[in-house]
């Protein structure tokens, strides 16, 4: 929206909020179920990753 490619993340580590901005993935894991909330709707819903 600004012109500018970023990414953004920000979640919650056991209590503190952490954000990552440009992360790249370095390793991979098998897959977790996750608790995911977005900006642009009310509540979190269950995620596969």
């Known amino acids: 929206m600004i012109g500018v ?3 953004v ?3 919650d580590d056991q ?3 952490r954000v990552l901005f440009n992360p790249e ?3 991979k ?3 977790y179920e ?3 909330g977005c900006l642009s709707l ?3 819903r ?4």
């Not at 269950?46 to 990753?49: N, P």
């Open 34 to 36: 996750a608790e995911e």
């Open 15 to 17: 209590g503190t909020s």
């Open 42 to 44: 009310p509540g979190t």
């Open 46 to 49: 269950k995620a596969k990753r």
């Open 5 to 7: 490619s970023k990414r």
């Open 25 to 27: 993935i370095i390793k």
């Open 29 to 31: 894991s098998a897959p």
């Open 9 to 11: 993340i920000l979640f």
